[in-house]
Nanobody
Framework: QVQLVESGGGLVHAGGSRRLSCTAS????????MGWYRQQSGKEREFVAA???????NYRDSVKGRFTISMDNAKKTVYLQMRSLKPDDTAVYYC?????????????WGQGIRVTISS
């Protein structure tokens, strides 16, 4: 099994920045990609960004140019640097880990961390 623990959430003013972190533990050798999803109030969970251990990245259109995903593969920690935050970015952000880059969402989820953007 794989456990994922997120950190870095909180309240941010619009236009501000925040970095989320997520560290995997357990059977981490099976993880080849990690990413982030988010769920806004009353909406379905949606893909935000993903990165493979080879450095391939993918973003949803609405965060391109504002969010940057990175990963420390040795630590199996994924980061989501968020800039120019908007109230519409307010959501619970979930870390996800997959056994392959094309297999998102993977089987492993974090507990979720709330990010609130105030206008």
């Amino acid at each position: 099994q794989v456990q994922l623990v997120e950190s870095g959430g909180g309240l941010v003013h619009a236009g501000g920045s925040r970095r989320l972190s997520c560290t995997a533990s357990g059977s981490i050798l099976r993880i080849n990609a990690m990413g982030w999803y988010r769920q806004q109030s009353g909406k379905e969970r949606e893909f935000v960004a993903a990165i493979s251990i080879n450095g391939n990245k993918n973003y949803r259109d609405s965060v391109k140019g504002r969010f940057t995903i990175s990963m420390d593969n040795a630590k199996k920690t994924v980061y989501l640097q968020m800039r120019s935050l908007k109230p519409d970015d307010t959501a619970v952000y979930y870390c996800n880990a997959a056994t392959n880059y094309g297999g998102f969402p993977g089987d492993y989820w974090g507990q979720g961390i709330r990010v609130t953007i105030s206008s």
